[in-house]
C-alpha cells in the first residue's frame, strides 16, 4: 500500500485556546470580587441571555467542566465516589456526576472551593438536562434555578408555535433574571450576543469543512481543545474572533498542504463524545496512518450548518451575513431559537434515522473510509439511536467498529479491549502499523 | 370478580385483533401515557399501551444500545417478534430518551401505515405549555383527520373526553375501596385492572368496573387483604408476579405512583364549555408528571406524599428500571423525603424479569422491620 507522508507542524493558536480556557475559569471564579455575577449552567443554555444584566457576567458551563476533571485522576474519582455515597446511581450522565462530586466535596477543579453560582440558568432536550441543576441547586442548599424546554422536535418540522413556546419561555426567563439579580436588563447587550453567537457557530462549522481537504488540516483529537471553547462561552466576542483566528490558520494549512497527522491513509470520524480519560486512542490510530477527521459530535455539538446552494453541507449563514439588522429584543430572542433548534446533535433526540443520514453525508462528503462509534454509557443524550445508527452506516457500504465506554467513568473503559478492537478494525481497513 | 380484567390483560392481542374484526375499527399502539387517546376515540380508533412481555430476548439489542432501560428494548422487541402485527398505527408522546427508541426503530423495522411522534412539552410547569400542546394536538387531530378521512366534530371530540373521562373516574372510585383497612381488591388484581384498562376498550373496560364496584359496594370481596400497607412507585411497572409475591409475604399494596397506575388515570379533562381541544392539553399538562418533566420544582415529591398519606402506606417500595436515567434522579429526594415523614423505603432495581427468590427475602425482611415499628 502507498503510505502518503505530509508535512506537520504544530497548530499555532494552540497556546491562545488555552489561555482563553484559563480565563474563563479564573472569570468564573473571581467574579464576586469586582461585583459581577456568576451563573452555572449547560453548555447549549442560552448563554447569550445572562449578557443582558452586564458585561461582568461569567458562566460555568457544565459540561466541559465534567470532562475537564478528567485529566485528574485522582479528583474524578473522588467526585464520582461522593456522588454514588450521596444515592446517585452510576449510569447517570458522568459530566453530571462528576459536577455534582465537585459540589459536595466543595473543592473547584482549579483550585479552592466550588464557587457557588449566583443562578442556575438551563435549556432542556435531554432527560437529565434540567434534573440536573434542580439537584445541584439542592446540593448548594437551594439556589435560584431557571430551564427552558427547547425539545420542540426536529429543525425540518418547527412551526411557528413551536418558536413561540421557546421564545416566551426566554422573556419569562428575562424578567427572571431581572427579578432575581436586581439589575436592569439591556438589550442592546443581548442582541451583541446574538451576533457573537451566530458569528462563533458559523465560524466553527467553516473550520470543520476545510477537514475535507486532503491532507485534513486538522484531527479529531487537536479539535477537541478548540470546539470547547464554544461550549464555554459561544455567545462571546473573544470566541468568536479566536475562531476566525483558528479559520485563517487552517485556510493557510490547506494551501501548505500542512498535514494534522504525517500519514494519512485513511480518514475517519468517530461519534459521541470521546473517553476524556483516553485521548490516547486518538493518536494510536495515527501509528496506522488512520486520522478521525472529526464527528457529527464534534462538527454539530456547536457548529450551526446548512444546505449550500451547491448541494455541499456548509456552515450556516449568519443574520449579519444576510444583513438582518436585529432592532427588538423579541427578534433576537427569535434569531436565537431558531438558530439554535438548527444545530445538528439536536435532531437525534427525535430520531436516530436523521442522525444516520448526516452522518453517512459526511462520510461522503469529507471521502471516510469508516466509522467508530463509541456506545457511550455516559451519555443517555449523545448515545440515544446509536445502534441504529450503527446499522444505517452498515447498510450505506461504510466499515463501522464500535467501542464501548464511558465518556467520563474511567472505570468503565477498558484501555486494552479498545486498542485491540481498533487492531482488528485497522486490519479490517488493510491497515498495518507503519 | 376480576378473571374478565385478568384476561384481557393476559389476552390483549387476541382482544385487539377481536375488536378490529367485531368493529371494523382502527388500533394504533402508543408508547407513553402522555398521548391523548380522547383524540383517538374521538376518531372511534382503539389506543392500545405497548408493554412489554417479560421475557429475556435478544432481537432489539442490535436496535438499541444495552445501557438504555430493559422496558423499552422488551417493547420493541414485541413488535420486531410480530406480535403488535395488527396494528394501524403507532405513536409517541414526547417523554424519555429511552421509551422513545422503541418508537423509531420500530416505524423503521415494523413500519405502520399511520405513524406520528407528539413534542409533548416537558416544562409542563411554565404557563406556556398549554398553548404549545393544544397547538400540537390539533396538528396531531388533522393527522387523524386525513389519515382517517373524515373531519372530527365536537360531539366526537366531546365523546372522547367523556369515554376517557367516565373510566378514570370509575379507577379513583376503584382506589378508594383500597383505603379501608382491609381493601377488598389486592395490589396485584388493582395492577391487573390498570393494565387492562390502558389494552382494550374504556367503554367495555368502563362497564366492567362498573360491575365491580357495584359488588364491592354491596361488600363483596375480590380478596382479603390484610397485610402490611404498602406504597409503589417508580418507574413503569406491570409486572403482576411481583406484586403478588409482596402480597403473598404479609404485604398489601394499597396505592401507586407509576405510569401503569395512578399516573396514568389520575386526573381527568374539564371541560369549561370552552376549547375542547386546550382542555385535553390542559389535563396532560396537570397530570402527575413523569420525572422527566418533573422541574425545576419537585412536585412529584408532595404528591406521593398526599398518596402515602391518603391511603395510610406504612412503607414504600420504590421500583427503578435498571438504566432508568429520569427515576435515578428523583430517588434520593423522594426516599429522603418519604424518611422525613416517617415512611420507610426499600428500594429495588428491576429488569424485564426480577429475581423473585432474591427478592422475596429483601421484602419479608422490610415488610418484618415495618411491623415491628407498629408494635413498638
Given amino acids: ?151 420542540v422536535g426536529p429543525y425540518n418540522e418547527v412551526t411557528d408555535s413551536l418558536i413561540d413556546y421557546i421564545v416566551s419561555q426566554m422573556h419569562d426567563g428575562i424578567e427572571w433574571l431581572k427579578k432575581i439579580t436586581g439589575r436592569e436588563y439591556d438589550d442592546e447587550k443581548l442582541i451583541d450576543a446574538v451576533y457573537n453567537e451566530c458569528r462563533t457557530t458559523s465560524l466553527w462549522a467553516e473550520i470543520c469543512v476545510l477537514n475535507k481537504t486532503k491532507p485534513a488540516p486538522l484531527d479529531e483529537k487537536s479539535m477537541y481543545s478548540l470546539y470547547v471553547l464554544g461550549t464555554l462561552e459561544k455567545h462571546s466576542k473573544k470566541v468568536g474572533d479566536f475562531y476566525a483566528e483558528v479559520l485563517d490558520e487552517m485556510k493557510y494549512r490547506v494551501e501548505n498542504q500542512i498535514a494534522a497527522t504525517k500519514h494519512e491513509v485513511v480518514r475517519l470520524i468517530s461519534d459521541t463524545q470521546p473517553p476524556w480519560g483516553f485521548l490516547n486512542v486518538f493518536r494510536y490510530l495515527e501509528n496506522f496512518g488512520a486520522v478521525s477527521v472529526g464527528s457529527l459530535y464534534t462538527f454539530g455539538l456547536i457548529g450551526i450548518w446548512e444546505d449550500k446552494p451547491d448541494g455541499t453541507w456548509g456552515a450556516r449563514t449568519t443574520p449579519q451575513q444576510k444583513g438582518i439588522k436585529i432592532e427588538t429584543r423579541d427578534q433576537a430572542l427569535r434569531i436565537l431559537a431558531d438558530w439554535n433548534l438548527s444545530k445538528p446533535e439536536w435532531q437525534h433526540f427525535y430520531s436516530p434515522h436523521q442522525k444516520s443520514e448526516m452522518m453517512i453525508r459526511i462520510a461522503k462528503e469529507w471521502d471516510l473510509q469508516g466509522i467508530m462509534l463509541h456506545y457511550n454509557r455516559g451519555c443517555e443524550g449523545l448515545s440515544v439511536g446509536i445502534a441504529e445508527n450503527r446499522l444505517a452506516l452498515i447498510d450505506a457500504g461504510y466499515p463501522v467498529m464500535t467501542f464501548e465506554g464511558n465518556m467520563r467513568d474511567e472505570r468503565e473503559f477498558d484501555s486494552a479491549k479498545t486498542m485491540s478492537r481498533i487492531d482488528s478494525f485497522m486490519e479490517t481497513l488493510g491497515l498495518k502499523i507503519i | 370478580m376480576i378473571s374478565e380484567f385478568q384476561e384481557w390483560s393476559k389476552n390483549r392481542h387476541i382482544y385487539a385483533k377481536n375488536w378490529k374484526e367485531r368493529t371494523g375499527g382502527k388500533v394504533v399502539g402508543y408508547f407513553c401515557t402522555y398521548v391523548p387517546e380522547e383524540i383517538l376515540y374521538a376518531a372511534d380508533i382503539l389506543p392500545v399501551r405497548i408493554l412489554g412481555s417479560h421475557e429475556p430476548q435478544d432481537v432489539s439489542e442490535p436496535h438499541i444500545f444495552g445501557m438504555f432501560c430493559p422496558f423499552c428494548r422488551d417493547c420493541l422487541a414485541q ?225 406521593i406524599l398526599a398518596l402515602a398519606k391518603e391511603f395510610d402506606a406504612k412503607g414504600a417500595i420504590v421500583i427503578q428500571q435498571k438504566f432508568c436515567d429520569p427515576h435515578e434522579l428523583d430517588i434520593p429526594a423522594i426516599t429522603k423525603a418519604l424518611k422525613e415523614n416517617g415512611i420507610s423505603t426499600l428500594f429495588l432495581e428491576f429488569d424485564v424479569t426480577v429475581p423473585l427468590g432474591q427478592f422475596k427475602i429483601r421484602v419479608e425482611a422490610f415488610l418484618e422491620m415495618l411491623q415491628e415499628d407498629d408494635l413498638f
Fill in chain 1, 1 to 151: 500500500m502507498n503510505i502518503p507522508t505530509y508535512k506537520t507542524e504544530p497548530l499555532k493558536c494552540w497556546n491562545k485556546a488555552k489561555e482563553l480556557r484559563n480565563e474563563f475559569y479564573k472569570n468564573y471564579a473571581n467574579a464576586h470580587e469586582n461585583g459581577g455575577i456568576r451563573w452555572a449552567g449547560g453548555a447549549w443554555s442560552f448563554g447569550a441571555i445572562p449578557m443582558g444584566l452586564g458585561n461582568d457576567v461569567y458562566p460555568l458551563t457544565g459540561e466541559p467542566y465534567g470532562a475537564s476533571i478528567a485529566f485528574n485522576k485522582e479528583f474524578s474519582l473522588r467526585c464520582l465516589e461522593a456522588t454514588e455515597k450521596k444515592g446517585y446511581a452510576r449510569d447517570l450522565c458522568s459530566y453530571m456526576r462528576s459536577y455534582w462530586g465537585s459540589i459536595i466535596l466543595d473543592e473547584f477543579l482549579f483550585g479552592g472551593k466550588f464557587p457557588k453560582p449566583d443562578f442556575m440558568w438551563q435549556d432542556h432536550i435531554c432527560c437529565s438536562h434540567s434534573k440536573w441543576y434542580q439537584v445541584a441547586s439542592e446540593l448548594e442548599g437551594g439556589i435560584p434555578t431557571y430551564s427552558i424546554d427547547v425539545a
Fill in chain 2, 79 to 303: 413488535g420486531l417478534k410480530g406480535r403488535y402485527d395488527y396494528l394501524d398505527g403507532i405513536m409517541i408522546s414526547q417523554s424519555c430518551l429511552h421509551i422513545r427508541q422503541a418508537y423509531t426503530s420500530w416505524i423503521k423495522h415494523v413500519p405502520r401505515d399511520f405513524s406520528y411522534y407528539i413534542p409533548m412539552p416537558n416544562n409542563v410547569q411554565s404557563k406556556h405549555s398549554i398553548p404549545y400542546l393544544t397547538a400540537e394536538f390539533n396538528q396531531f387531530k388533522t393527522a387523524v383527520e386525513k389519515w382517517i378521512g373524515r373531519e372530527l366534530t365536537s360531539n366526537d371530540i366531546n365523546r372522547g373526553i367523556e369515554i376517557m373521562n367516565e373510566n378514570r373516574a370509575l379507577m379513583h372510585r376503584l382506589y378508594s375501596f383500597r383505603k379501608n383497612g382491609e381493601p377488598p381488591v389486592s395490589g396485584a388484581e388493582a395492577m391487573e385492572i390498570a393494565m387492562s384498562q390502558q389494552m382494550v376498550d374504556k367503554r367495555e373496560h368502563t362497564s366492567a368496573l362498573k360491575k365491580l364496584i357495584q359488588n364491592l359496594d354491596g361488600g363483596a370481596v375480590a380478596s382479603t387483604n390484610k397485610g402490611t400497607r404498602i406504597m409503589i412507585l417508580g418507574s413503569e411497572d406491570d409486572d403482576t408476579p411481583f406484586i403478588r409475591m409482596v402480597e403473598s409475604v404479609g404485604g398489601t399494596v394499597v396505592v401507586d405512583d407509576h405510569c401503569v397506575g395512578t399516573r396514568y388515570f389520575w386526573n381527568n379533562v374539564e371541560n369549561n364549555n370552552g376549547d375542547l381541544v386546550e382542555s385535553i392539553a390542559k389535563r396532560y399538562i396537570e397530570r402527575p408528571a413523569c420525572p422527566s418533566k418533573d422541574w425545576i420544582d419537585r412536585t412529584r415529591v408532595p404528591h
